[in-house]
């Protein structure tokens, strides 16, 4: 199974197309948040299951502020993170995911990517397609593999 995972398009989607032609074919599309509307038009453009949470840019939207997905031998949480408090420390995105038995987290927000496991938890931050904060600044994103025997791997991308 191929995930791709985005988050923090906020209103510049270019980079998602990219990311998702790049990719394709991909099994799912997960945005961790910071989506500002383009939700539905997304969704469209994906040939496969496609989920979002809402994130603190996206008031008024109808997303949920957490999803917990199960996929072929592991639990997938996905949230913002700002709740959570991202910008300090993983640890509450780390605490949200274990309480879902989840071994899998991902989350935005920091528009920083970043991969560690944790706690016998994989976290994952794609970064941002449209606003990287990290050194050097290049627009991030993820992929997410997971074999028919349940093992994992995950790499963060750069446009």
């Known amino acids: 199974m191929k995930i791709l995972v985005v988050s923090d398009t906020h209103n510049d989607t270019r980079n998602f197309y990219v990311a998702l032609e790049r990719e394709s ?10 989506i500002c509307g ?68 991902l989350y935005g927000h920091t528009h920083i990517p970043e991969l560690s496991d944790e706690r016998n938890l994989t976290v994952i931050c794609p970064g941002s397609l449209s606003y990287p904060r990290q050194k050097g600044k290049r627009a991030s994103y993820a992929v997410l593999m997971i074999d028919k025997k349940g093992k994992t791997d995950c790499v963060i991308k750069y446009i």
Do not use: W
């Not at 799912?28 to 910071?34: F, K, N, R, T």
């Not at 072929?72 to 509450?92: L, M």
């Open 25 to 34: 074919p991909v099994d799912m599309v997960i945005h961790c948040g910071d």
């Open 38 to 105: 383009y939700d539905a038009e997304f969704a469209d453009s994906c040939k496969c299951p496609f989920y979002a949470v809402m994130g603190n840019m996206d008031l008024g939207s109808s997303l949920p502020h957490e999803l917990v997905l199960d996929v072929p031998g592991h639990r997938i949480y996905v949230t913002h993170g700002h709740r959570q408090y991202v910008g300090c420390d993983t640890t509450g995105v780390a605490d949200a995911a274990k309480a879902q038995k989840a071994d899998i987290a």
